[in-house]
T-cell receptor, first 114, second 115 residues
């Protein structure tokens, strides 16, 4: 069965620090990969997604993620975080060609201090 | 487009009462998903529909939970009877047809508290 692992459950950073959140998935077939963000008290919003092509994907608000197929990883990065990036981040995967069923990771809570 | 609409936004009820959560997906979307989010278990997929037909309800925790989608623009998630452990935020999401290449659009959620 598919699963998604996010190794960092809580991350605390100061503004301007660099961010990298880990995401690994287990699935033998071809997958699509997503990062969603949930700001405090709000619903989930899509940050970025990877379907094919360039493994380095750029999303909104300066975020990017790199798909490394050999490592089954899709880590999220941002060179310089802001206080407004404080949120919970979810990695998700679905099977290409299948139904749109997403498997989510447990999430990483990011707190950015001014 | 107004996005995915959920009602109510907050629900407080007593144990044993019936609870009905409602969702209106984005017009034209063929997939609808119900999720539950708790601190302990994170984001769990409960059930999803394609063209109003339930495809996978393996995430529904027990028989107290039921979901329906009588038409393309409306779905309900019902808990009867409710228990304190059902307290959570319930999200509805929708997605357009076209295989698995499309993102899911989430509603604002319903925060359920069962006393």
């Amino acid at each position: 069965a598919q699963s998604v692992s996010q190794h960092n459950h809580h991350v605390i950073l100061s503004e301007a620090a660099s961010l990298e959140l880990g995401c690994n998935y287990s699935y033998g077939g071809t997958v699509n990969l997503f990062w969603y963000v949930q700001y405090p008290g709000q619903h989930l919003q899509l940050l970025l997604k990877y379907f094919s092509g360039d493994p380095l994907v750029k999303g909104i608000k300066g975020f990017e993620a790199e798909f490394i197929k050999s490592k089954f990883s899709f880590n999220l990065r941002k060179p310089s975080v802001q206080w407004s990036d404080t949120a919970e981040y979810f990695c998700a995967v679905n099977e290409r060609g299948g139904y749109n069923k997403l498997i989510f990771g447990a999430g990483t809570r990011l707190a950015v201090h001014p | 487009d107004a996005g995915v609409i959920q009602s109510p936004r907050h629900e407080v009820t007593e144990m044993g009462q019936e609870v009905t959560l409602r969702c209106k997906p984005i017009s034209g979307h063929d997939y609808l998903f119900w999720y539950r989010q708790t601190m302990m278990r994170g984001l769990e997929l409960l059930i999803y529909f394609n063209n109003n037909v339930p495809i996978d309800d393996s995430g529904m925790p027990e028989d107290r939970f039921s979901a329906k989608m009588p038409n393309a623009s409306f779905s309900t998630l019902k808990i009867q009877p409710s228990e304190p452990r059902d307290s959570a935020v319930y999200f509805c999401a929708s997605s357009p047809l076209a295989g698995s290449y499309n993102e899911q659009f989430f509603g604002p959620g319903t925060r359920l508290t069962v006393l």
